[in-house]
């Protein structure tokens, strides 16, 4: 069955499944980095927001198990499991009242221009700041919206102080999570205790330390917080690497222990190409952070040549 032809046979089979009264339609958007991505909206009569359910990967589990029915019953239960969330308008539009959900997040700018011409954004590096208004959370599903520049002049807002404001409320809204990479792993489940001990023993793989927040959405954008960099350097009691593994978390390696500027590009190129959604991608190289602003091993540090909103 082509993809075509499973977005159409869930949709009706959906809509012969008991989900209340919304209304289904199929939705084709675009995504992060230029990625299409197709899926069905939820409209539901009684609120004034319309869930979409992405089918990558319910159509990687059909090819897999050829079940379609199965298929069908997630997608519901799923739906039944959302909370129905109605956006107070007024709320939203009055900037007094909307400005305590605004978080921001890190793209690539070279992959993300027709996005970029719509929202407000602040350069970084080769990457870009972009802000969204967070809506809430329920299970593992992290529910925003986009700050688009239609909703920034409702506001009356200028950029900078979109900026501020998503700075002040990010530790509050996603909170910082910040530790070992191996003891991260350790209690996720993604590594044995085994392992953990071999790792231990050699490396600089061990000295890797990991960056995001409690949600693991979104978290890479905290490596444009000079403060927090800097609590980082101190912590470490050195300057360090910084290793863009997705839009969700960064990886920092002490610069002590860091091997070749090559090999850490080659790293981050692996991790790209083998591991990574392409919806997740962030850079194709490391970047250096310097508590003098000085450059190391052909990387720039930081927060030289960015904008001066966050330097």
């Known amino acids: 069955m082509t993809y075509k032809t499973f977005r159409r046979e869930v949709l009706q089979g959906l809509q012969s499944r008991d989900i209340g009264n919304a209304s289904l339609s199929l939705t084709k958007k675009l995504k992060s980095n230029g990625q299409i991505r197709y899926g069905i909206v939820f409209n539901n009569p009684v609120t004034n927001t319309s869930p979409t359910i ?29 909370p129905a969330i109605q956006v107070d308008e007024k709320k939203l539009f009055d900037f007094s009242t909307a400005k305590s959900r605004i978080i921001m997040k890190l793209v690539n700018t070279e992959k993300n ?15 870009s700041i972009v802000y969204f208004y967070f809506m809430g959370n329920a299970g593992n599903r992290f529910m925003d919206m986009p700050v688009n520049d239609d909703l920034i002049r409702r506001w009356g807002v200028d950029t900078l102080t979109l900026h501020q404001q998503a700075m002040a409320n990010y530790n509050r809204l996603l909170p910082i ?7 991260l792993l350790l209690e996720r489940g993604l590594l044995d205790k085994e392992d953990y001990a071999a790792l231990s023993e050699n490396s600089w793989r061990d000295a890797l330390y990991c960056l995001t927040n409690e949600f693991s959405t979104g ?93």
């Open 54 to 82: 992405y089918l990558e990967e319910y159509y990687e589990f059909y090819q897999i198990t050829k079940d379609l029915d199965a298929v069908i019953d997630m997608l519901a239960k799923l739906y039944r499991s959302l």
């Open 113 to 127: 221009r027709a996005f970029l011409e719509t929202v407000p954004h602040i350069p970084f590096q080769d990457l």
């Open 177 to 183: 999570k910040f530790g070992s990479l191996n003891q």
């Open 219 to 311: 978290g890479a954008v905290l490596m444009t917080c000079k403060n927090l960099m800097d609590k980082i350097a101190d912590f470490l009691g050195e300057d360090f690497y910084i290793l863009p593994s997705s839009t969700h978390e960064v990886l920092l390696l002490p610069e002590s222990k860091a091997p070749s500027k090559e090999e850490l590009d080659q790293i981050v190129q692996e991790v790209n190409r083998e591991a990574l959604e392409p919806e997740d991608y962030l850079s194709d190289h490391a970047y250096y952070y310097s508590r003098s602003g000085q450059d190391s091993k052909g990387y720039k540090s930081l927060f030289q040549h960015s904008s001066g909103i966050i330097s």
